[in-house]
């Protein structure tokens, strides 16, 4: 006879005598579970901007805050990157596009980004700054702290620290090592793959990635019918990475790239 005894763990114990103890434990943990599934099958969404774009600044105010007026957003992995078209000199000096104020505001938006990690918190602040941008009063950027009650002191830390410029020189190595290489801002990608000029249709996209359990009420109602075919003809509102007027071999690319989706068409 085996004397040895077992002994309960002290769940066990309680799990016998209370069964709806048990069942509320498995029900429980079978949501958390589905919550945990429903997030794995979220999509990602990568926004690679600049601030003083104004393509940019029209696509987050006109498009991007539909994510959460619809909540769509609880199906996404947003990700901002304010950096954009700019480039660094050899001195590790940052340039921006659009000049010194977009420099300016693209490092105080990556440290709201790093301040305020809740992506609610920082998306709100962006959207203020880039309101004001889309109606040409960007210089009342600071308008945005007051307006939101937001705490200032934390921002112009981590500008004046230096630590904003090591977030942007982060931005700007994971925007330069781009595959494809983004060619014009806004650059939008969903679930690794550029939307091109095709940026505004965005939901539709992040629709029929998305894997999760449930299709988002959303995507029920959108009437939006993704292009299956990337268009490249670079027809649509975009800040180019370089000023100058597009190449020939670019210029050739687009239109035989049109001509081709009218004849498909």
Not at 68 to 85: C, E, H, K, Q, R
Not at 123 to 146: M, Q
Request: glycine share 4%; hydrophobic share 35%; with cysteine.
């Amino acid at each position: 006879m085996d004397s040895r005894r077992r002994v309960s763990s002290p769940l066990s114990l309680l799990f016998s005598h209370h069964p709806l103890v048990l069942l509320l434990f498995l029900t429980t943990t079978a949501a958390a579970a589905a919550v945990s599934s429903e997030e794995k099958g979220k999509v990602a969404l990568d926004l690679y901007y600049e601030t003083l774009c104004p393509y940019c600044s029209n696509f987050i105010v006109n498009y991007l805050d539909k994510l959460f007026d619809s909540g769509l957003i609880s199906a996404v992995d947003l990700n901002l990157i304010p950096y954009g078209n700019a480039k660094i000199g050899s001195n590790g000096t940052i340039t921006c596009q659009h000049g010194p104020m977009e420099c300016l505001l693209n490092t105080i938006e990556a440290c709201a980004i790093s301040v305020w990690p809740d992506l609610n918190k920082h998306f709100s602040f962006i959207y203020c700054v880039e309101t004001l941008v889309y109606e040409h009063n960007y210089a009342e950027w600071e308008t945005c702290f007051d307006k939101l009650s937001l705490d200032a002191t934390p921002i112009y830390d981590c500008y004046t620290s230096g630590y904003g410029t090591e977030l942007e020189l982060q931005y700007a190595g994971e925007t330069n090592t781009l595959q494809p290489p983004h060619e014009y801002v806004p650059w939008v990608v969903v679930d690794g793959q550029p939307l091109y000029d095709d940026y505004e249709n965005f939901i539709s996209y992040i629709c029929e990635a998305y894997k999760g359990a449930t299709l988002p009420n959303a995507c029920s109602d959108t009437s939006l019918k993704t292009i299956r075919k990337m268009k490249r003809n670079n027809l649509g509102p975009v800040c180019y990475r370089e000023e100058a007027t597009k190449s020939l071999p670019s210029k050739i690319r687009s239109a035989l790239t049109s001509w081709l989706d009218q004849a498909d068409g």
